[in-house]
């Protein structure tokens, strides 16, 4: 089962290098036969023919999964290695489908999550940035969560903070304050108002113990310090 991640969390990203053949090779990529993934029978109108094509360094294009050998020393027929090395990337956003989403290829995904790579803001401006995985597919990615700036926290809790200002929490970067001001950020220590109605006294103290020190602030550097990169809504 994966876990519920949230925009804002910070990845570690790995796939374990695994043999197959190059089965066309361009200027600009290079395709591959895809070593996990199945076709699906029963997808109508979608044909996948179970081959993923990789872009060479020419093509300018992020990909998370690379070939050992490099893509650009491959021809036709060769025998490589294609997997992920270790890879630190940041959720952008979680996409999740019910039913399943039909691609054309088993399994059919339950989610995606959206991620950057390092250095990398979002810029709502650009069509299609973020990078898409799915966290319980075929492909034996292994993810571990590195940092989730307000891990304390869940996503629709309201808090009110030092200067009794009313907040709900959207995630790291996305607060709504009840005053209706849309400027600001929570001024620590935080005190849990509501988390599915009352909050029990074990997550109370919980959100007040994590809060007593510290600040916004901090969590911001924490996390820029990992990213190398700003929150969509701090660009300008």
Request: aromatic share 10%; hydrophobic share 45%; no cysteine.
């Given at each position: 089962m994966s876990r519920d991640y949230r925009p804002g969390d910070v990845l570690l990203l790995k796939c374990p290098f695994t043999e197959t053949v190059v089965t066309?090779?361009?200027r600009y990529h290079v395709s591959l036969r895809w070593p996990w993934l199945e076709v699906d029978p029963q997808a109508e109108n979608i044909r996948w023919n179970g081959q993923r094509a990789l872009p060479t360094p020419?093509?300018?294009e992020w990909?998370?999964?690379r070939t050992e050998p490099a893509e650009a020393t491959l021809k036709p027929g060769d025998t490589c290695l294609v997997g992920i090395?270790?890879?630190v990337v940041h959720v952008q956003a979680v996409h999740r489908f019910v039913p399943p989403l039909v691609t054309g290829m088993l399994p059919r995904p339950a989610s995606y999550l959206e991620v950057l790579q390092q250095g990398e803001t979002h810029d709502p401006s650009l069509e299609d940035q973020g990078y898409t995985i799915d966290p319980a597919g075929g492909e034996p990615i292994h993810i571990e969560l590195f940092f989730r700036p307000y891990a304390f926290l869940e996503l629709g809790d309201e808090i009110a903070d030092r200067k009794g200002r009313a907040w709900r929490f959207g995630a790291a970067w996305?607060?709504?304050p009840f005053d209706g001001e849309q400027s600001g950020?929570?001024?620590w220590p935080l005190k849990l108002i509501t988390r599915h109605g009352e909050p029990t006294p074990k997550e109370a103290e919980e959100?007040?113990?994590a809060t007593a020190a510290g600040s916004h602030a901090d969590e911001l550097e924490r996390w820029s310090g990992l990213t190398h990169a700003r929150p969509a809504t701090q660009q300008q």
């Open positions: 066309g090779v361009t020419v093509a300018r990909e998370i999964f090395p270790a890879t996305s607060w709504h950020t929570p001024t959100v007040a113990r």
